[in-house]
């Protein structure tokens, strides 16, 4: 009887999975979960098998032509997971599925171009665009379209390509590349014979006396005092052997070969110490007491995710290593997500001390091959935890008791493109329901909305309004010059805890009138000088790039923009450059402005690399370490940044939001926040709480340790709410205000919002097409279920040029407003549910 299966294809686009007949050869070898190749109109495409049928929805099926992987790739609570993301996010379900695929494993279906040697090539019939084409592949011959795209980037070459298609100068046939990924093998050797007849076997090892002979029996000796085969580089090592001389003792039978699978574990070569658990205080022991009580709680459906509220330094991570250890002696397994890159080598050591051997990791920065292995080991329950940032959501841990996501609050849990747009913090949660399994959601500074969400459903809040006393042993050579804040006096017990660090707010308009024309202030400078004198260590914080954030012209006003994006370019002093940081364009700074000729051009602003320099003419002692994305673009930066400044090979750390992001380095004493103005007034509802977080997050790095700390925040916006609630670490107050207005402008977490984005190389063509998709969406919400629907727009976007492609938004506010696009074709706009950001 004939098998059916229906499959989910790889590929862009929001097509209806299709049902395929099993050919005799495939029978029994394939079931839910399995990558396969199957047809697809004219091309050969992979997908994911979601289910077997016994009867296909149409008459005629056609074949599964192939099995990629012997075993499933995804799990059964990974399909019905990635079903949930394809109708909350409105994305296609093979986009929602490739998701969860180690990168390189899916191969995208292509074109194999070439020219037709039967059809001669007549120049004077062809367009511009065609005869290029026809250059290029004359040129280089044979070549896939996305070679093609890599050569003709930006230009829509498909209709020319598919004129010469259909004149038949040239031949396109579907094509689908094999996985690169294969294991990696290693050859390991061993002895044939007891270890007794060795003596029996030396005269036929060569010549009496031979170096070949002595180095023959040298390795058979080495391996019979081995228990098991050994790496072939080893005995060579011990022994001195040839290739040529193992290929001989494997020719008399001496010895054998095997191959066996290596691992490319990237955190093989760590060597971290186990650590023994520390003595947990009063509030953390209520807070994980409480979550032990669910994760004893065998598949409960009505499990609730559980917020950790714990403030900057309140030991956060050891509720989560507590809670990994109980989830992991129940026999199931963890994911602990982070919010960057940039955190993971941290939380790696935290999490690798504690349970060496048994932690993965996963994300963009690691090779292929690492993170096939990496997600090989997962699928076997080779490993019990995953960490690293939101796509280690979907590694294929078989039996998952808990998923941990550190720092909820950031945005880059977000993604925006490509699709699907969705956010790992909501897609944790929806995951944790499924498995059923506990979800903890840990932030000094939690989102707005789903605080809000969390107080209406009933969901457990545990706070940790305390920081702990730590690092006392790293810090102790450096509590010089009189008593930190948490030293006792003779006599007295000390404290367990510390405080929060003083945060002193200096209004930049009075320095700017006191004749301090400088980007640190005086309260800033004294601040940093104490800090050297100390031999302690500060981090100054600003979010932005570069040595300089706009150039423009004093006799004109003309600014210097980038031609693709339309957006102030930056200069860069140590690469001579001005850069687009958003597309990547670059040029020379020029000698005279372009609009009218005048020389007086100049950069203006400040960047990081501005704030750098400026510590060098302030403090020319000072050993700086600049970390932003220009830093950190190679592999291992972060980890080799991170690890120079914690070793106290610089006592100045400049960077961008990367420092606002969970760093615990225990001699920083100074915060200094150059620009605390930075994105406050973007034209986005969120723009407040996201200044609000990161400055309280920032601040929170300061005075980990018995040396105490302070912070200093410089602002020519003193007297706004998020400022003013960040300098008082007062989260209570800042939710109360902000949720007001929340309310009464009708945004989150009070309506749901959708973002639908068009984007096209010409303006006119772009406003008018948003015009029209705004008059075909208004039909639609008169039509639905939500008839009060609101539509704003369309209107440019904030960034109103990226890329080359002038950009229109519309946006559609009300209870539901993602049934309005549910069903309907939006041809080629792009599609945010719930969107982080409406810039």
């Keep these: 009887m004939t098998q059916f299966a229906e499959v989910a294809v790889l590929i862009p686009g929001r097509l ?16 839910p979960g399995c990558l396969v190749v199957v047809p697809l109109g004219g091309q050969r495409v992979q997908g994911v098998v979601l289910r077997m049928v016994n009867q296909p929805n149409v008459p005629e099926t056609r074949p599964v032509e192939g099995l990629v992987d012997a075993l499933p790739v995804l799990t059964a609570a990974q399909m019905e997971l990635a079903r949930w993301l394809s109708h909350e996010t409105l994305a296609g379900l093979g986009s929602c599925l490739d998701l969860m695929l180690p990168p390189g494993l899916a191969q995208p279906a292509d074109l194999l171009v070439r020219l037709n040697p039967a059809r001669p090539v007549e120049a004077e019939q062809l367009s511009p665009l065609q005869k290029r084409l026809v250059q290029l592949l004359s040129e280089r011959g044979e070549l896939r379209g996305r070679q093609i795209e890599a050569a003709f980037r930006r230009v829509n070459w498909k209709p020319a ?42 005269e036929l090892l060569g010549k009496l006396g031979s170096p070949a002979r002595e180095r023959r029996k040298k390795a058979l000796q080495f391996l019979a005092n081995e228990q098991k085969a ?28 095997e191959a066996v699978q290596s691992w490319r574990d ?8 186990p650590l023994p658990p520390p003595v947990l205080t009063a509030d953390q022991t209520r807070v994980l007491q409480a979550i032990l009580a669910d994760l004893n709680t065998d598949k409960n459906p009505s499990l609730k995710p559980i917020i950790l509220h714990g403030i900057t330094g309140s030991g956060k991570t050891e509720i989560y290593l507590r809670a990994v250890q109980h989830t992991l002696d129940r026999g199931k397994q963890a994911i602990v997500l982070v919010p960057e890159i940039a955190l993971t080598p941290q939380t790696i050591q935290r999490f690798q001390s504690r349970f060496p051997g048994r932690v ?23 490993l019990q935890v995953i960490v690293g940032p939101r796509s280690a959501l979907f590694a294929p841990l078989p039996e998952i008791g808990l998923l941990v996501v550190d720092e909820f609050h950031d945005s880059s849990y977000y993604q925006s493109e490509p699709a699907p747009a969705y956010h790992a913090v909501q897609a944790a949660i929806h995951y944790a329901e499924i498995l059923q399994a506990v979800v903890i959601l840990g932030s000094a500074t939690p989102e707005i909305g789903l605080i809000y969400q969390a107080r209406r459903a009933g969901w457990p809040v545990l706070e940790l309004p305390q920081r702990i006393m730590a690092h006392r042993e790293a810090v102790q050579p450096f509590l010089t010059g009189g008593r930190s804040s948490s030293t006792s006096e003779e006599g007295e017990v000390e404290t367990t805890s510390l405080p929060l660090p003083p945060v002193e707010v200096v209004d930049m308009r009075q320095e700017l009138k006191a004749g301090n024309r400088s980007m640190f202030s005086r309260a800033l400078q004294q601040a940093l000088r104490e800090v050297l004198d100390r031999k302690q260590q500060a981090i100054l914080y600003l979010n932005r790039l570069g040595s300089a954030t706009y150039v423009f012209c004093r ?13 102030p370019l930056t200069y860069h002093e140590s690469q001579r450059l001005l850069i687009c940081h958003t ?18 051009i100049r950069q ?37 940044i991170l690890e120079a400044f914690a070793e106290g090979k610089a006592n100045i750390l400049v960077g961008t939001q990367i420092l606002a992001k969970g760093l615990d380095l225990p001699r920083v004493t100074l915060v200094g926040v150059v620009l605390a103005d930075a994105g406050l007034n973007l034209d986005d509802f969120r723009a407040a709480e996201r200044t609000f977080q990161l400055l309280t997050q920032v601040a929170g790095r300061a005075g980990r340790s018995p040396l105490g700390g302070r912070v200093i925040l410089q602002t020519f916006q003193p007297e706004h709410y998020a400022i003013r609630a960040a300098s008082r670490h007062d989260y209570a107050g800042f939710y109360q205000y902000e949720i007001e207005q929340r309310r009464k402008m009708g945004y989150p977490p009070f309506s749901r919002l959708v973002r639908m984005e068009y984007r096209h190389p010409n303006a006119n063509a772009a406003e008018t097409a948003a015009r029209e998709m705004a008059q075909r969406v208004a039909d639609w919400i008169m039509l639905s279920a939500y008839p009060e629907t609101e539509i704003i727009g369309p209107v440019p976007c904030f960034f109103a040029k990226e890329s080359g492609q002038y950009r229109w938004q519309i946006i559609l506010r009300g209870m539901d407003p993602a049934s309005v696009l549910r069903g309907k074709d939006w041809g080629d706009w792009r599609v945010e549910v719930d969107p982080y950001s409406l810039l």
Aim: with cysteine; aromatic share 6%.
């Design 555 to 567: 006799e004109c006003g003309a600014s210097l923009r980038c031609p693709r994006c339309e957006r």
């Design 266 to 273: 990237p955190l093989a070569d760590l060597n971290i110490a």
């Design 360 to 382: 993965g990791v996963i994300h963009s920065r690691l090779s292929a091959g690492e993170r096939y292995d990496t997600w090989q080991r997962a699928r076997a329950g080779l």
């Design 161 to 202: 390509l598919q004129a010469l298609v259909r004149r038949g100068v040239v031949i396109s046939q579907p094509y689908l590349a094999q996985s690169a990924l294969r294991p990696r093998m290693e050859r390991l050797v061993r002895l044939a014979i007891p270890a007794e007849q060795i003596g029996q076997a030396e």
């Design 583 to 600: 597309c990547n364009y670059r040029r020379q700074m020029p000698r005279s402005c372009p609009q009218c000729g005048s020389p007086h």
């Design 604 to 640: 203006f602003g400040a960047g990081t690399e501005r704030v750098e320099q400026e510590v060098g003419i302030h403090f020319p002692q000072a050993r700086v370490i600049r970390w932003d994305s220009q830093t950190t673009r190679k592999k291992g930066a972060h980890q080799a």
């Design 16 to 31: 209806q999975p299709f049902d395929y007949h099993l050919p005799a050869g495939l029978e029994g070898k394939v079931q």
């Design 230 to 257: 050994v790496a072939v580089h080893w005995v060579t090592a011990a022994s001195g052997v040839t290739p040529q001389d193992l290929k001989k003792l494997e020719a008399l039978g001496l010895i054998e070969f």
